[in-house]
């Protein structure tokens, strides 16, 4: 490629030379261009081991381009300076290929080496030695030379491994010649190609295949003779072809005891289902083998039988029951965000399934879905079930159908709640285990009454001293299990001997009370608790010392 003449009109993508180079070990060479303006004017792919490909990657904008072209084997670098010469053709220029289909046939069932088709190119005037061809695209196929005309050289296209239309019908391929014919007074590329296809057409012989067909049909015992059962569907597996077919059941012990539409598949019973009951019994299968063959026209016939296609499927008698349908998850849980559009999906969380089931068959088999409202102020159409109807098994999803009341800052269980006071006091009796009053606390939730919104529950959640006070839930009083005892070795304890008074700590309880709505909704409160004692100088006193002090704070918050 020292000196190349390319007309201007060659297209960025087009195949423009075959670079060859030679070593004297069997050792793969590298082809390359130097330098920013080589890379964006040419892309180079290696062919073989020994040659690489050269397409133009860009337009042709200047008239003359001086490029520089290795070659490498890892160690050693040749480098050639080459230069193109842009030309402007008169008119179209002219391709060396002179007999060529865009499109060639093969049938599915060829046998190998099998002719596809020809190709013919114009010889090249200075050269003696033949075109060749190369073929590209898939090694389903091969191309090979062929004598032909004076000043032309022609290659025979064929097939050298099996082709299945069912899998891939369409091959994309490129013929590609060297040393052919070009007007080298504007072009003197040493290679061309062309893009065809091979198309690959349908042969009988893939069985029909069955669609749809059921593993088990149930029978109630109440059907009537002459029901209809099922439809048995099947199609030919040669899509393009496409052929009729005709159904009929395999002879065994319970096929006369059914009917099949060699047409239409209606597959229907010719007795009654208690008639069924009393010859095979309730619950115990049964097979029947069902034929689905091919009509082969007349004038194909001496190419081969019909083909057939057979399939088993189970029957089992049931007794005449509607039984409830059962959900996938008994608590469904999913969540929207408040800026929906109308129809967007409810999201499930991982653990709810969205499925509903019914084990029975035909009429008492169908199911319809509703959403009901829970609360008496919600919008009836707010949310809406999709799909509302079935049969045996729904997989259903919960859609956005207004906007209306959409809104999380005035939805349900929104007000807040808080307790009544904002710390309570008790004082215990000297036996460690009552108060002097019922330490009751209490919390108030403004939401709607007797819902699961304000419906308040209390636990101690800290200082719970020794483990020995409880709470009611429900109510809030608290109260001791076993009396208190109290660890008088203390600092504390010695400095009020020394005063003649004995020392007890406060205990500081921390409650919680909380509803059962979403969102969940709570609020805390401390509870100090001090030790009723006598003074060693007469008067009865209350007195206490910080044994352990909790500093918190009255929070009223919510989680979700």
């Known amino acids: 490629m020292r000196v190349l003449m390319l007309p201007k009109t060659v297209k960025p993508g087009t195949l423009i030379y075959r670079l060859k180079g030679s070593h004297p070990d069997s050792i793969p060479l590298t082809f390359g261009v130097k330098g920013p303006i080589g890379r964006k004017l040419l892309d180079i792919k290696p062919a073989d081991f020994r040659s690489a490909d050269v397409y133009l990657r860009s337009i042709l904008e200047e008239n003359d381009y001086n490029l520089t072209i290795f070659v490498t084997d890892g160690n050693q670098t040749t480098e050639v300076d080459s230069r193109i010469i842009v030309t402007e053709p008169e008119g179209p220029v002219s391709s060396p290929f002179i007999d060529f289909q865009s499109i060639y046939f093969i049938n599915e069932n060829s046998p190998h080496n099998s002719t596809i088709g020809f190709v013919m190119a114009k010889d090249k005037q200075s050269s003696n030695l033949p075109v060749m061809f190369e073929l590209r695209g898939s090694d389903n196929f091969a191309i090979r030379y062929i004598f032909g005309p004076k000043g032309s050289s022609k290659a025979m296209i064929f097939l050298v491994k099996d082709v299945d239309y069912e899998r891939r019908n369409i091959y994309p391929m490129t013929i590609i010649v060297t040393n052919a014919w070009t007007n080298e007074t504007i072009d003197t590329r040493n290679i061309a190609s062309v893009d065809v296809l091979i198309v690959v057409r349908d042969a009988e012989d893939t069985p029909p295949s069955f669609v749809n067909l059921p593993s088990v049909v149930q029978i109630s015992e109440d059907a009537e003779t002459g029901s209809i059962l099922d439809t048995i569907t099947a199609q030919d597996g040669d899509v393009e072809i496409n052929r009729k077919i005709v159904y009929s059941l395999v002879k065994n012990p319970f096929s006369n005891y059914f009917s099949l539409n060699k047409t239409t598949g209606q597959l229907a019973v010719k007795v009654s289902g208690l008639e069924l009951k ?126 209306i009341s959409l809104d999380y800052e005035t939805g349900p269980n929104q007000i807040q709640f808080k307790f009544v006071q904002s710390r309570y006091d008790a004082v215990l009796n000297p036996d460690g285990l009552t108060f002097t009053q019922p330490l009751l606390v209490k919390a108030i939730d403004a939401d709607e009454p007797d819902t699961v919104n304000s419906q308040v529950v209390y636990e101690i959640i800290d200082g719970n001293y020794q483990g020995k006070f409880i709470i009611n839930n429900s109510t809030g009083l608290i109260s001791i299990t076993r009396p208190l005892t109290f660890n008088e070795n203390n600092r504390e304890s010695r400095l009020a001997e020394e005063f003649k008074i004995q020392a007890f700590p406060t205990i500081v309880l921390k409650v919680r009370a909380h509803d059962q709505g979403v969102p969940y909704r709570f609020s805390t409160v401390e509870v100090f608790v001090h030790h009723k004692v006598k003074s060693f ?21 919510f989680s979700q």
């Not at 100088?537 to 007195?543: D, I, S």
């Open 278 to 403: 009393a010859i095979v019994g309730l619950n115990n299968p049964f097979m029947l083998t069902i034929n689905a063959t091919e009509i082969v026209p007349e004038e194909e016939m001496e190419i081969g039988l019909p083909i057939t296609t057979k399939a088993s499927i189970a029957f089992v008698i049931v007794a005449n029951q509607n039984r409830p349908p059962t959900f996938a998850t008994n608590n469904l849980k999913g969540f929207i965000e408040e800026n929906s559009p109308v129809m967007a999906a409810i999201r499930w969380f991982n653990y709810s399934i969205p499925r509903v089931n019914d084990p029975d068959s035909g009429l008492n088999g169908t199911m319809d879905l509703m959403l009901t409202p829970i609360d008496s102020d919600q919008h009836n159409n707010m949310f809406i079930i999709q799909p509302n109807w079935g049969l045996r098994e729904i997989t259903f999803s919960i859609l956005l159908g207004s906007v």
């Open 537 to 557: 100088f007469g008067p009865v006193n209350t007195f206490s010392t910080n044994f352990n002090i909790f500093f918190y704070s009255s929070v009223t918050g």
